[in-house]
């Protein structure tokens, strides 16, 4: 099943990203099917603003944005008397994943290419599929998904 979940989170965001979504929100609406379907769809309007590296300004990619907020959905607090450790821990551990993986975290790096040209779409798409792939593997590790 690890498999399976692992292709589908790939397939899924990378479906997504091809039918007009933005990075952030494919990697959002592509966990919601697959782990959190009670998660209202309307959550993704959340995500809109990261894509391009927030709002094309070519910093933070918005793929790894949006499977940082993800990862907190799982590690997260909902009360300051919790402890923080534990979400700041796996936020790191992806973080450094994903910079290990795609040899950085910042879109303008990742992706040189003007925004919304075929190459850039192109090699996007590769990150956001690939993104969804690393968050799922992550998840299912650390035991957060089974």
């Known amino acids: ?3 399976e979940l692992i292709s589908a989170a790939r397939n899924k965001a990378g479906d997504y990203f091809r039918q007009g979504y933005n990075c952030s929100e494919s990697i959002f609406l592509a966990f919601r099917d697959l782990v959190a379907p009670e998660l209202d ?3 993704v309007k959340m995500f809109t603003g990261f894509g391009g590296g927030l709002g094309h300004a070519g910093c933070m990619c918005g793929a790894l944005s949006s499977a940082e907020m993800i990862i907190s959905l799982f ?3 909902t009360s300051n008397q919790e402890d923080r450790e534990v979400s700041y821990q796996a936020a790191r551990e ?3 994943l994903f910079n290990e993986r795609f040899g950085g ?3 303008r790096a990742l992706n040189p290419h003007s925004f919304d040209t075929p190459e850039h779409l192109k090699n996007c798409l590769k990150i956001t599929g690939n993104t969804g792939k690393l968050l799922m ?3 299912i590790q650390k035991g957060l998904v089974a």
Request: proline share 0%.
């Open 1 to 3: 099943m690890s498999q």
């Open 41 to 43: 769809a309307g959550l």
């Open 75 to 77: 590690t997260g607090r």
């Open 94 to 96: 992806y973080h450094d």
């Open 105 to 107: 975290t910042c879109c």
């Open 137 to 139: 593997e992550y998840l």
